[in-house]
């Protein structure tokens, strides 16, 4: 009854994803730069969560 690494990497992973699409929808961004940023964390979630880190709305 070990606990699987890759198991909680996959949630840590799923949990930034979510804090990402949740900042992004809060932030003063126009709506088509909130729904590029969504779609990019969806498709390559985690290039998308370290591009969203560098370059993603701010505030």
């Known amino acids: 009854m070990g606990i699987e690494v890759a198991g909680i990497l996959g949630l840590i992973g799923l949990i930034l994803i979510v804090y990402a699409v949740?900042?992004?929808v809060q932030s003063g961004a126009?709506?088509?730069v909130k729904v590029v940023w969504v779609v990019v964390l969806l498709v390559f979630p985690f290039v998308g969560f370290i591009?969203?880190?560098l370059f993603g709305p701010k505030g």
Request: hydrophobic residues 45%; charged residues 10%.
């Open 22 to 24: 949740v900042k992004t």
């Open 30 to 32: 126009s709506t088509g």
């Open 51 to 53: 591009a969203w880190l």
